[in-house]
């Protein structure tokens, strides 16, 4: 069986192309019999070996129809992975899904879908969703929320599967992780990681820790991140406040702040090296979270927002989920999470079981009998 992606891939930055990354290294170690070629944008690396080639042909910001479709050759499967900003709303990317051989199965798996009460486009969004799942021949999605939007589209049910995003499994020591990164070896440590963003709510956490420090004295907030490369004034606005406020609330102290980017292969080690991963953001978005996947393949604990991208944390413990901007609500999470040990003993088995369930394997394995049904 021959596959072809359509995709960001490595080393572009960016959130697409390591999924991709991570959907095809699963799908190698299951069945390395497969042949795979990646159709992607321009910015990738170009690779060319027994049974797997990457082709970097095409440009979002150009017409990309026809070296998309010429580059395809024969191939018993499609996969295109769909991001808004990247494919866009005009008829590019319906163009390609039309020109593909009526011989080959075309599957797309829509990221993202945002209903249209949230969206700045309004109903433009749903409607692009709608038109290229029906052009495609069966639907990937991560999360009921987004199936449901898309019934809703009258996309019928039997082509829409619902495959859970993957988790890539780490075990690095703790104490390792801790002196790699020149952390506190004894410490109860809360991390945040990735781009600082006005959504993720890290002044939340601020307030949060103010009230657990009031029970326990030896407790730092790890921010590892900093600003994005194309950031929002928006953002670096954020990010002076979040420095303001550090200074105003006198936490220099507990705040670990370095302001800056941590590649990919210090992420596993960031993980590692804490004891509760937090996400306490906001947004609308129909989505699943890569990060949130990657704390739980780290077997961390994790207190999230109760929104829809995190609602996959109910399948591990609801009681990880709070309101959002809800800072006691962290912060009483938090203190059980280091008092109550039967509750973080539970929480870290629950963690253990659904990393399993959602590896990369294992979500392979899903995939590829969706490319083999008839």
Known sequence: ????????????????????????????????????????????????LDKFEVIPCW?????????????????????????????????????????????????????????????????????????????????????????????????????????????????EDKEVSRKRLGLPVDAKILLMFGFIKKHKNLHIVLDALMEILEKFRDVYFFIAGGLAPNASKKDKDYTEFIAKRIEELRLQKNVIYPNKFFPNEDVPYLLRASDIVLFPYYEEDRSASGSLHLAIGAKRPTIASRIPKFEELKNISDDLLVLPYNSSGIAGIAIRLFEDQEFRKYVINRTEEYRVLTSWQTVARQHLKLYKEK
């Open 1 to 48: 069986m021959k596959i072809v992606y359509i995709s960001t891939y490595l080393p572009k930055q960016c959130g697409i192309a390591t999924y991709t990354d991570y959907l095809i290294n699963g799908i190698r170690k299951v069945d390395p019999t497969l042949e795979i070629k990646i159709i992607a944008e321009q910015g990738a690396s170009p690779i060319k």
């Open 59 to 171: 440009d979002r910001n150009e017409n990309y129809v026809e070296p998309i479709i010429s580059n395809i050759g024969a191939g018993d499967v499609v996969h295109i992975q769909h991001e808004y900003s990247i494919y866009k709303f005009d008829d590019r990317l319906p163009s390609v899904l039309q020109k593909l051989g009526e011989n080959t199965k075309k599957i797309i798996t829509i990221h993202c879908v945002k209903p249209a009460q949230f969206s700045e486009r309004g109903a433009e969004e749903e409607k692009f969703a709608a038109r290229i799942a029906r052009l495609a021949d069966e639907v990937i999605v991560h999360l009921p929320t987004q199936e449901a939007i898309l019934t809703r589209l009258a996309i019928p049910s039997k082509k829409i599967h619902i495959i859970p995003h993957g988790t890539e499994l780490s075990d």
